[in-house]
């Protein structure tokens, strides 16, 4: 009879170690953080986690030569996975980058969204990245089709994403998380790291950035 007990209660305690082990989830490692620096125009691909082509290989610049905007802590690199594209600009830090989702790389903090501010699932779409600058302090007042512009109304590089005309554009400050709903009324080749111009209004009074700065470290995405 002990015996029985014995090897009822020996197989109660496999039972309960298989199954505890079987529902715990895999955990896997997340891929490294992208490069903080490389030459100025290089442009790497991610063609799987942790492993990337350079698509286009920058040129290293003098100290005489090179123009240095002010430094700034990005407290925003990406993670290396796989479909992830990054090209750095003049101070050779990331100035464009596609493939990142905030869902990834943010969990838990509040995102931008065309219905409002909410927390996205982990692949909650396509978001750019870069830096964001101002269009529009000499009076111009008119986009390439002859239209008025407002102070809501931003400019795509046409080179990077050109989305439809009159597209909803929400934009996120990434310093202050403050965010912007625009309209693309605008589009062209922007200065080189550039991936929107937005009026000088939403610049300074809906974002929180002193036009001095010149620009800020962004990220948007469309409808």
């Known amino acids: 009879m002990g015996i029985k007990i014995i090897r009822y209660f020996v197989l109660l305690a496999l039972l309960f170690t298989t199954i505890f082990f079987v529902r715990i989830p895999k955990i896997h490692a997340q ?3 992208i490069p903080e620096k490389m030459d100025p125009g290089t442009v790497i691909h991610y063609v799987a986690d942790n492993k990337y082509e ?5 040129t290293p610049l003098s100290d005489p030569e090179a123009v240095r905007p002010p430094e700034k802590k990005d407290n925003y690199l990406p993670r290396g996975k796989k479909g992830v594209t990054v090209e750095y600009g ?24 065309a219905l409002g501010i909410v927390q996205p699932a982990s692949k909650d779409g396509e978001v750019m990245e870069g830096n964001v600058s101002m269009y529009g302090l000499g009076g111009y007042a008119k986009n390439e089709r002859g239209f008025p512009l407002d102070n809501f109304t931003c400019a795509t590089n046409q080179e990077m994403d050109d ?4 597209s909803t554009v929400v934009l996120k400050n990434l310093e ?24 000088p209004h939403v ?21």
């Open 31 to 33: 891929p490294d953080r």
């Open 54 to 58: 350079v698509l286009a290989k920058g």
């Open 90 to 113: 003049v101070d050779g830090r990331p100035s464009y980058m596609k493939g990142v989702s905030f869902g990834e790389e943010n969990p838990g903090k509040p995102v931008p969204h």
């Open 163 to 166: 989305p439809p005309y009159g």
């Open 203 to 223: 610049f300074e009074n809906v974002l929180g950035v002193n036009r001095d700065q010149g620009w800020l470290k962004g990220a948007y995405f469309h409808d």
């Open 176 to 199: 202050n998380g403050k965010v912007a709903y625009l309209k693309k009324k605008d589009v062209g080749r922007l200065h080189a790291g550039v991936v929107l111009d937005i009026r």
